[in-house]
């Protein structure tokens, strides 16, 4: 299990329904948001910007419908940067296949799961909402070497897309 220095990096760690979640910012825009274990210890937002994040994600778990209006920053190749932005107009309540935005991107599916998995904004780009075809799929690139995979099942559940 990981230890409390890895979590050092983070400016706030928040509690959620469904993890704790590390936040970086630089200045007026999130950088990124990391699923932690349960025991990342927590570390509340001390910066307009990070407690204003932490209300959004409260706004979203209390209505899986709430849009977020967070300033943000994804860095990443141009690759990356159009699935991020495919994923970010998936609806809640709905899914899109690997294959559906590799075929939109002129891409493969296995370069998508690799955006997906490297997304730096989880929930905000809600890469949870891409599915492979024949089931669920990945999460989060298990960082920490930790199963993400129940996340994405709670957050779907969440929005109404899995019972």
């Given at each position: ?45 001390a910066t307009s ?7 959004q994600l409260a ?67 809600p890469c949870h ?35």
């Amino acid at each position: 299990m990981p230890n409390a220095i890895e979590y050092t990096g983070y400016q706030a760690v928040i509690a959620t329904p469904v993890s704790r979640l590390g936040l970086l910012a630089d200045g007026d825009v999130l950088l990124r948001l990391d699923f932690l274990p349960d025991e990342a210890p927590l570390h509340p937002p001390a910066t307009s910007l990070l407690q204003e994040t932490e209300r959004q994600l409260a706004a979203y778990f209390g209505d899986a419908g709430f849009r977020f209006s967070l300033p943000y920053r994804l860095v990443g190749t141009e690759h990356q940067r159009r699935v991020w932005q495919a994923i970010a107009a998936i609806p809640a309540g709905q899914v899109l296949r690997y294959g559906d935005i590799s075929a939109a991107l002129g891409s493969s599916a296995r370069a998508v799961g690799g955006a997906c998995g490297d997304n730096p904004l989880p929930i905000v780009v809600p890469c949870h909402r891409v599915v492979a075809a024949a089931g669920l799929g990945g999460f989060n690139a298990s960082r920490l070497g930790i199963d993400w995979l129940p996340i994405k099942r709670r957050l779907l559940q969440h929005e109404g897309w899995l019972g």
